[in-house]
T-cell receptor, first 113, second 117 residues
């Protein structure tokens, strides 16, 4: 069925360290993989995305990698800062052209100063 | 930067009552979505809407739910007879419609917190 698994559920790092969050998806037709950051009580905010024809994408301290064969993708945050603390959700499009997103369970990232 | 706007921010309703949640998607977007998020859980897809009709819906989106685009700007979610388990944050999202495949960013509104008493 349609499923996105996300690990870990919580992640605590020291300021300046790197953080990595991993997701796997089940639908081999998935072709778009966004990452959202959600602060408490706020909207999910798109931070980076990757399409299935690309293996890696970087935007300053944030990067995403995609392995289509293994059906997994990862978020990498380098030089973490306290303001990176939030819940991060991965997602994948499933089922075709409608753009329906299936979300992972979320990772609570805590960056300790 | 254009944003998806949602009203109200918080809606408190008695069980069994009807609620309408309102959204104004980004003006040149063509695809519209409703998602919900129960407190502390992941975001769940409810329904997608394109060309004035539902393009896909989830198992959650049963006969109690309906969506409408009554004019050129608003996109509404109606729950006919609310249940306690409908309590959640409801997010509206929209995206451009360039090409097929669904691989364009979806922009989310701030959400409506629905509390059923």
């Amino acid at each position: 069925g349609e499923n996105v698994e996300q690990h870990p559920s919580t992640l605590s790092v020291q300021e300046g360290d790197s953080a990595v969050i991993k997701c796997t998806y089940s639908d081999s037709a998935s072709n778009y993989f966004p990452w959202y950051k959600q602060e408490l009580g706020k909207r999910p905010q798109l931070i980076i995305d990757i399409r299935s024809n690309v293996g890696e994408k970087k935007d300053q301290r944030i990067a995403v990698t995609l392995n289509k064969t293994a059906k997994h993708f990862s978020l990498h945050i380098t030089e973490t800062q306290p303001e990176d603390s939030a819940v991060y959700f991965c997602a994948a499009t499933v089922g075709g052209w409608t753009g329906k997103l299936i979300f992972g369970q979320g990772t609570t990232l805590q960056v300790k100063p | 930067e254009p944003e998806v706007t949602q009203t109200p921010s918080h809606q408190v309703t008695q069980m069994g009552q009807e609620v309408i949640l309102r959204c104004v998607p980004i003006s040149n977007h063509l695809y519209f979505y409703w998602y919900r998020q129960i407190l502390g859980q992941k975001v769940e897809f409810l329904v997608s809407f394109y060309n004035n009709e539902i393009s896909e819906k989830s198992e959650i989106f049963d006969d109690q739910f309906s969506v409408e685009r009554p004019d050129g700007s608003n996109f509404t979610l109606k729950i006919r007879s609310t249940k306690l388990e409908d309590s959640a944050m409801y997010f509206c999202a929209s995206r451009l419609g360039q090409g097929l495949g669904g691989n364009q960013p979806q922009h989310f509104g701030d959400g409506t917190r629905l509390s059923i008493l």
